[in-house]
């Protein structure tokens, strides 16, 4: 049996292999081509209370493509099973003990062919607000990411600095949008990290990944012909945290309820949507925002 607290503890990640079957993986991955297919009837990035869908017109795939599927688990049945099933709670008890909630629930893309396909180094604390962004909480969360589909070094495998998670937060990629550029290798030397320490978590499908909300990490471009799709839950000790849904109550797996909890969308109740998103932070809309100075600038 691997010691994933203690390699966890010491490394900031752990990775557990063969955690889904192949047949569970492969039922994952039509559900996640559905989702991926309801993502793109979207012209834009689309937001329905914790549901999101991160659609971009990638400039140099010249084609819509979804990015990221946000709690698809109000869409899916067997998403919504998956993300509370007795897998998860065998690998979560050990580090959170038996009343559990989710913060976060994604499916992540790297359309082959497309620009925007990487992740700058960071810590995930960058993407929480209140309370769990507090290095204290560093025991009380967990992440685990899912490898539908093979992950390598050519598709942009995520990629940790082992050790990193106890440094506390160093504010890495905060300066602008995480997946326009890479990292430079003089940001992580600032931060006290070397580069050459990085290592990529290449996966068979139904791997699962477990990071830390402070352990570094990034992934690169997929520059292979075949897509990069990874599956994102996060999960906290619930009496450490107000916000996130439920997955395990006294280790009773617990389904989504009526009415959505916040769990990192914090202006759920002011402004549930639907809606589109306006922003956009690509290089390209940085350029067109300058070119032509909007009414106020003028
Ligand atoms: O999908 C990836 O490679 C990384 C995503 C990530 O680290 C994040 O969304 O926080
Ligand atoms: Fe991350």
Request: with cysteine; glycine share 8%.
């Amino acid at each position: 049996m691997q010691d994933l607290v203690a390699e966890l503890r010491s490394n900031g990640f752990a990775v557990v292999r063969g955690f889904l079957s192949r047949e569970e993986i492969a039922e994952i991955s039509a559900e996640a081509d559905r989702m991926y297919q309801e993502g793109l009837r979207h012209h834009a990035t689309y937001r329905d209370k914790n549901l999101l869908f991160e659609v971009l017109n990638d400039p140099k795939a010249g084609r819509r493509v979804v990015l990221q599927a946000h709690w698809t688990a109000w869409l899916s049945p067997l998403l919504e099973r998956m993300r509370r099933s007795p897998q998860y709670l065998a690998v979560l008890e050990p580090f959170l003990g038996k009343d559990i909630k989710q913060i976060s629930h994604q499916i992540h893309w790297k359309p082959p062919g497309a620009k925007y396909t990487s992740y700058r180094f960071h810590q995930d604390a960058r993407f929480r607000q209140g309370n769990i962004k507090d290095f204290d909480y560093l025991q009380s969360t967990l992440t685990t990411g899912l490898a539908i589909d093979r992950q390598t070094v050519e598709n942009g495998a995520l990629r940790v600095m082992p050790g990193s998670h106890r440094l506390g937060y160093l504010g890495l990629s905060d300066d602008g949008p995480i997946m326009v550029g890479q990292t430079q290798e003089e940001e992580l030397r600032r931060a006290g990290l070397d580069p050459s320490n990085i290592r990529t978590c290449v996966m068979e499908p139904g791997d699962l990944l477990l990071w830390t909300l402070f352990t570094v990490h990034g992934s690169a471009p997929n520059v292979s012909d075949y897509d990069r799709r990874f599956m994102i839950n996060s999960y906290v000790r619930a009496s450490d945290s107000e916000r996130g849904e439920w997955a395990f109550r006294s280790g009773v797996s617990t389904s989504l309820g009526a009415e959505p909890e916040v769990c990192k969308y914090e202006q759920l109740r002011e402004r549930p949507g639907p809606f589109y998103v306006e922003s956009d932070w690509t290089e390209e809309a940085a350029m067109s925002a300058l070119a032509m100075p909007s009414e106020a600038s003028k």
